[in-house]
């Protein structure tokens, strides 16, 4: 969780995304990204307020980039743990096309079909 403190440096931070100095940008991009997915809802509010394709390329681009990490981070600590949950490891993959999954839901919807009798009454529970 960041501090409000923090909050307003990232907010200040992004809007100085269209920086033309490509050395004080890549400063800038440096320290959005430090923030990690702690910075993502502020990435997105920019990128739906801006309106130029430059900002908007730089904010697309730092996003990916926080999101690859994470995925990175997030697999190296499922092999660590055994990688034997094998739907752990397919949500973890499919988070990184669709960052806003539910991922509660389609846990408790495969729950509820491991669980679910067959129509013609064999029991389809799967363990």
Known sequence: MITDDQKKQLKAMISLM???DEETYLKIRHKVYAFGKEAL???EKAM?????ELMHQRI?????????ESLYS???EWVRLG???LLNGHLLVTRSQYPDLDETSIIQR???MRMCECPCGWNSTIT
């Open 48 to 52: 739906e307020e801006t309106f130029s």
């Open 110 to 112: 495969i729950e509820q």
């Open 18 to 20: 269209d920086e033309p």
């Open 74 to 76: 997030d697999l190296r």
């Open 41 to 43: 809802p502020f990435l």
């Open 60 to 68: 697309t681009g730092i996003m990916q980039s926080i999101r690859q």
């Open 83 to 85: 990688s034997s949950d």
